[in-house]
């Protein structure tokens, strides 16, 4: 392993496992030690059998328009107790002030009348809906799972980049990456103490239950998905199949008298929660596209009926518009009365004509952002862009400002990569996926770490040919551990195996009746376009 890091260069960006060269960071430092005995060509037939158990098992995501086999490096990422520590109070903090965010925009608007965040910022967000208005999930939460995205800057520091409420993707990877990893590198998890990552699934489950109507004793629950040709198919499933609940199509719920239930093989049977998969655009074609055939027809209304609770909430989207994540610190200090433990990135929003302005003659030295964008798409890199894609994007911005954020680059931290067969830095980030029952808000220890893989490239999106990595965090130490935590207890062996069962299935027959092909094409590309990338 030693010759793969010859020569592996230290840039001007904060490095995950190297403070200076040849010489391991503190929570890597076992990492390190344990992989010296592996050399170049083992290590490399070992990342060959990690990809071939992934393109067996069908962990897959869309990209291109081809379902590819998800690439996962075989370096892990480490992240030391004191280090988590501090990402999980700050997730927990924003997942807390957004709730009472969204509780308050959907309800009395008090923070408009407060003059902290204003209406208009919220009623020009194409997210928000007021058909969500004076809906009260039966105990308050709305944002049951958030993916807050964090990237490490050059000083080291971690940064909020933005925060994902609706439908966000990749949890599925974090549970698969540590399952793969622990099969092909099992040496390495005997000499670590990693906090788990299975206990997500059950988890989530009991925060569905926890959020179902109220009376209701044992809540069914469904994953409503968009169908087979969506890109996070594979996560539907498999979360529906590690929780022990039914995975369901739109066609399969039926909505009359306010209640929403499932069509079985015995009949139909209540539904209580929708854990569901699919934006709200596409959910309710009564209330939202009246094109939709992925939705179900009145589950909106069911809802503010109190009969069936939909998680994620409808509306959560105006709370990840990315301009209003410029007011998130402002909105933790007026709702929790504390100063954030995470910065955002440094993002200034076109709100007044100085700062088109100033933005329009610096966006060579700038990252403009859609706000509505998502899976890295419509990002544009200032110094990195010609001079025509900087023309263009001066027309989009003058035209319509407030479509548009501009951040100040951060040079993302780098992780050592598996790379043509040898190790090389490549620019990550990470989204620690949080869960709330309403009692508390729970991170996923690690969350899912995503790389660019093309040498110098900074967008990690998935959707957009990045990788992953497997995300350790170390237990804090004991008496007696070595360095970052080590102790030899047993490794988190997650209990999943790659079967047939984790592979996308057929689409299931269609329903008798006059379906025709344009209608079967329209169903599958709102499959396509009905959620989020990850």
């Given at each position: ?27 890597y ?24 158990t ?9 990209h ?9 490096d ?25 709730e ?15 003059r ?8 020009t ?63 390495l998890?005997?000499?670590h ?26 809540p ?209 980030d ?20 995503r ?84």
């Open positions: 392993m030693a010759d793969l890091f010859d020569g592996y260069p230290l840039g001007d960006v904060w490095d995950e496992m190297f403070g200076e060269v040849g010489r391991a960071r503190p929570a430092a076992g990492l390190f030690a344990s992989m010296q005995p592996i050399d170049g060509d083992e290590l490399a037939a070992r990342a060959d059998v990690l990809s071939q992934y393109r067996d098992a069908g962990v897959t995501f869309a291109a328009g081809e379902e590819q086999p998800f690439p996962l075989i370096v892990p990422r480490v992240l030391g107790a004191d280090e988590w520590s501090v990402i999980e109070r700050g997730v927990a903090q924003r997942v807390h002030a957004l009472a965010f969204l509780a308050d925009v959907y309800g009395a608007g008090q923070c408009f009348t407060d902290i965040v204003p209406r208009s910022v919220v009623t967000s194409a997210h928000f809906h007021r058909q969500a208005h004076g809906l009260v999930p039966p105990n308050g939460v709305r944002v049951h799972v958030s993916g807050i995205d964090l990237v490490r800057d050059e000083a080291g520091d971690f940064r909020v980049l933005e925060d994902n409420l609706r439908s966000p993707s990749g949890v599925s990877y974090v549970i698969t990456n540590r399952a793969a990893m622990s099969q092909v590198l099992p040496e998890f005997a000499d103490r990693i906090q788990p990552v299975s206990d997500y699934p059950s988890r989530l489950l009991a925060a569905l239950k926890a959020s179902a109507p109220t009376g209701v004793a044992d069914t629950v469904v994953v409503l998905t968009p169908g087979v040709y969506n890109s996070a198919y594979f996560e539907h499933a498999l979360l529906a199949r590690q929780m022990g609940v039914e995975l369901v199509e739109g066609r399969d719920l039926i909505c009359a008298g306010n209640q929403v239930s499932m069509r079985t093989t015995d009949g139909q049977q209540r539904v209580d929660v929708i854990y569901r998969r699919i934006d709200d655009e596409f959910l309710d074609p009564v209330h939202f596209r009246p094109d939709s055939v992925i939705g179900c027809a009145g589950v909106l209304n069911a809802a503010r009926a109190g009969r069936v609770t939909i998680a994620n909430a409808v509306g959560n989207g105006v709370a990840d518009d990315k301009l209003l994540f410029t007011w998130v610190p402002e909105l933790i200090r007026y709702y929790l009365g504390e100063e954030p433990v995470l910065a955002n990135a440094e993002t200034h929003r076109l709100d007044d004509e100085d700062t088109v302005e100033w933005v329009l003659a610096s966006l060579d030295q700038l990252v403009l952002k859609p706000v509505d964008g998502s899976g890295g798409k419509g990002i544009v890199i200032g110094p990195r862009a010609d001079e025509k894609t900087l023309g263009e994007l001066a027309v989009k911005v003058r035209a319509r400002p407030r479509d548009w954020i501009a951040q100040k680059p951060i040079g993302l931290s780098t992780c050592p990569t598996l790379v043509g067969g040898r190790i090389a830095p490549r620019h990550v990470l989204r620690p996926f949080a869960v709330n029952d309403g009692d508390k808000v729970w991170v996923l220890p690690g969350g899912l770490t790389v660019a893989l093309p040498e110098g490239e900074l967008v990690v999106n998935s959707s957009q040919g990045g990788g992953s990595k497997d995300t350790w965090v170390l237990s804090p130490p004991r008496r007696g551990d070595g360095v970052g935590g080590e102790g030899g207890t047993e490794p988190d062996l997650t209990t999943i195996e790659f079967t047939a069962a984790d592979m996308p299935e057929d689409p299931p027959a269609q329903d008798p009746g006059p379906l025709n092909d344009t209608v079967v094409g329209q169903s599958q590309q709102q499959q396509q376009s009905g959620v989020r990338p990850c």
